[in-house]
């Protein structure tokens, strides 16, 4: 949800700040004394008609649901331990990708890595060229994983931990239609 509304919320604002601008010249324009400076006049147009109408409801709907849209997002944090009663205490879990991260990468053999989190799970993808999967992920799992419990959590994520190496791929049989 939140993808959409930062997908949504530029697009928005430029056409608001559009039709502001566009109806601030249009009144300096007939101030000026001047005809209707977009050929469109209003004069006509009464509060009841079919098309205000139409147009009203069309903005009402719109703003009905980014409304939706902005109060069902829910916000990215991961809680972590209170230490006292009445204090709320939550990260984000992009700091909690950095703190496993950075332990994963400081590991003997890893030459990458990149990890995501949330509140349920942290994944862990690893690239490295000396060490296959076998021998590397049963490691680096018990970094991660170590990693996630010394934080003051209440609740701990799910670790999981995937190797890319070439090693890996060597050993592998070919599928029919693959290229090394």
Do not use: Y
């Amino acid at each position: 949800m939140r993808v959409l509304l930062r997908v949504l919320s530029p697009p928005l604002g430029l056409a608001l700040a559009a039709a502001g601008l566009l109806l601030v010249a249009e009144v300096v324009w007939r101030w000026a004394g001047r005809g209707p400076l977009t050929g469109v006049s209003l004069a006509g147009w009464a509060w009841t008609d079919r098309p205000v109408a139409l147009v009203g409801a069309g903005v009402a709907a719109g703003g009905l649901v980014l409304l939706v849209l902005a109060l069902t997002a829910r916000s990215s944090e991961v809680p972590l331990d209170e230490p006292a009663a009445g204090v709320r205490v939550v990260t984000t879990p992009t700091s909690l990708a950095r703190v496993v991260g950075h332990r994963v990468r400081a590991e003997e053999g890893v030459s990458g890595a990149s990890v995501t989190a949330s509140r349920r799970r942290v994944r862990v993808r690893v690239t490295s060229r000396v060490h296959d999967e076998a021998s590397l992920r049963p490691r680096l799992l018990e970094v991660a994983r170590s990693a996630v419990e010394e934080l003051p959590m209440p609740v701990r994520p799910r670790v999981s931990v995937v190797v890319l190496s070439p090693k890996d791929r060597a050993a592998r049989p070919l599928v029919p239609g693959e290229v090394r």
